[in-house]
């Protein structure tokens, strides 16, 4: 599915007294962790009373976005970073955040991960009100809506921000600076994660817990759902969003299956655990008797192990992957989606020759990547395949920052699992189920986001909303 389902984006805020302090490389660091959850830019805004605000967006891998920029040109004490990949927006320089804006005889910068489902009905009302974007992100949405608020209105950055919400519908962790002052915020349905960590007496903010380890911070929390973080005299200050028509709880599934790295913790849970209990869950399900249990690697290893461990079959590397490629796009003719795979994956075919194989993936959503996965392991010369998907089908679109595919695209959506069996020509397929993939997890299925596996959202949409997608045919 990996070239299927695109990662989210990924945010950092790091806060610091201390007007000496150049916290630019810890904000480096903190997103070459966050890298998996965005890879089309990268970009770092920073401030200090000194020399004002400094900020770098480029497109690519951070390292490439850096490569040619010194990062000491960054220098300050407060700072804020960004890796994307394109939910709401293209993929363009324009759209690379964060995103920055005169405000209050200053500037607001702002990262953001997730995306607002009412955004184009607000942008058309802030063009009619003279707004000129620059992007055609969500992001900005939110920066000129808070520009708004303070300007026409005369409230306060956190008054602001209570404002916008009550505006904007969708998923959003933000860590805005304005005017050297650092603020986080969560959605009220904590959809995107968001953590607090402390180093030395300074503080960060971050999408992944993998974000402090770098730095060898430590973990505070998690930023409640709803909760606006911000820090005054080396102190966390919470303001909780009164949001009377808020949504319930819908934390994403999709970061415990496959967007999050296993060794993150999100909500008190680790989703490394949540992986191995995957794992253990297909096995009760699918108690199939084989030589090896194989992942399709990297996501779907932990549940290869938890399958292993729980059923007594051995686990092998039956594919090996080439770490020395960047992400992949779909490719226009079938002959190069086949070669994107190749190009990825490669079988060790001594390992898996008349051998009864269980191979584990974390989910199937167009099928297209699972079709050409399957015939380079049939090239192996297997005995038996059969493939275990470590997430329900997936049969509607994400509207809340994932971008997948159109309903008509979706296979789960169109056709059965037996059909789906016979259009992969395998032994055998099977899902894990909702209530064995919420058991796994360990969260209360009514607080998780299972609109992608049920068709039931927790948000209201527009009528005229479509899916994002990152390839439109």
Do not use: W
């Not at 959605?187 to 180093?199: F, H, Q, R, S, T």
């Amino acid at each position: 599915m990996h070239e299927e389902l695109q990662d989210k984006c990924g945010i950092v805020g790091i806060h610091c007294d201390d007007s000496s302090v150049d916290v630019s490389r810890f904000v480096y660091f903190c997103l070459y962790a966050l890298q998996h959850r965005g890879q089309e830019s990268a970009g770092i805004a920073t401030f200090s009373n000194d020399n004002g605000l400094n900020y770098y967006c480029g497109m690519g891998l951070i390292t490439d976005v850096f490569k040619d920029y010194e990062i000491n040109n960054l220098n300050g004490n407060m700072g804020i970073g960004h890796v994307r990949y394109s939910t709401t927006g293209k993929s363009k320089l324009e759209n690379s955040q964060p995103f920055v804006t005169d405000f209050d005889d200053g500037f607001i910068a702002m990262a953001h991960n997730g995306d607002i489902v009412n955004s184009q009905f607000l942008r058309d009302e802030l063009i009619e009100q003279g707004y000129e974007f620059k992007s055609d992100t969500d992001s900005e949405v939110i920066c000129y809506l808070l520009k708004q608020e303070h300007y026409d209105n005369g409230k306060n950055i956190l008054d602001s921000i209570e404002a916008v919400s009550k505006k904007i519908v969708g998923s959003y962790a933000l860590s805005i600076l304005v005017n050297g002052k650092l603020y986080a915020v969560r959605d009220p349905a904590g959809m995107k994660p968001l953590c607090i960590g402390e180093k030395d007496g300074n503080f960060i903010v971050a999408s992944e817990t993998v974000a402090l380890d770098v730095i060898n911070a430590k973990l505070i929390r998690d930023v409640k759902p709803g909760e606006v973080i911000y820090f005054e005299n080396n102190e966390i200050n919470s303001h909780m969003l009164e949001i009377t028509n808020s949504c319930d709880l819908a934390h994403c599934m999709f970061e415990y299956v496959y967007f999050a790295r296993p060794d993150s913790k999100i909500d008190d849970i680790l989703v490394y655990e949540t992986r191995l209990n995957i794992g253990k869950e297909l096995y009760k399900l699918y108690p199939i008797d084989a030589d090896f249990v194989i992942p399709v690697p990297d996501s779907s290893i932990p549940a290869a192990i938890g399958y292993s461990r729980e059923s007594g079959v051995p686990y092998g590397e039956g594919l090996i992957k080439n770490r020395y490629v960047g992400r992949t796009f779909i490719m226009p003719t079938q002959e190069e989606r086949e070669l994107a795979v190749r190009l990825k994956l490669n079988p060790i075919k001594d390992a898996i020759k008349g051998k009864k194989i269980v191979l584990i993936d974390d989910s199937i959503v167009r099928g297209t990547t699972s079709k050409s996965l399957i015939e380079l392991v049939k090239e192996a010369e297997p005995a038996e395949i059969h493939f275990l998907v470590g997430c329900p089908p997936v049969i509607s679109p994400c509207y809340y920052g994932v971008a997948m595919a159109t309903k008509k695209e979706l296979i789960a959506a169109n056709y059965s699992t037996e059909e789906i069996r016979q259009q992969l020509d395998i032994d055998s397929l099977g899902y894990i189920t909702l209530e064995s993939l919420v058991k796994a997890i360990g969260m209360p299925k009514e607080d998780l986001c299972l609109g992608c596996l049920n068709g039931c959202y927790p948000t209201d949409l527009p009528d005229n909303i479509e899916a994002e997608t990152y390839y439109k045919p």
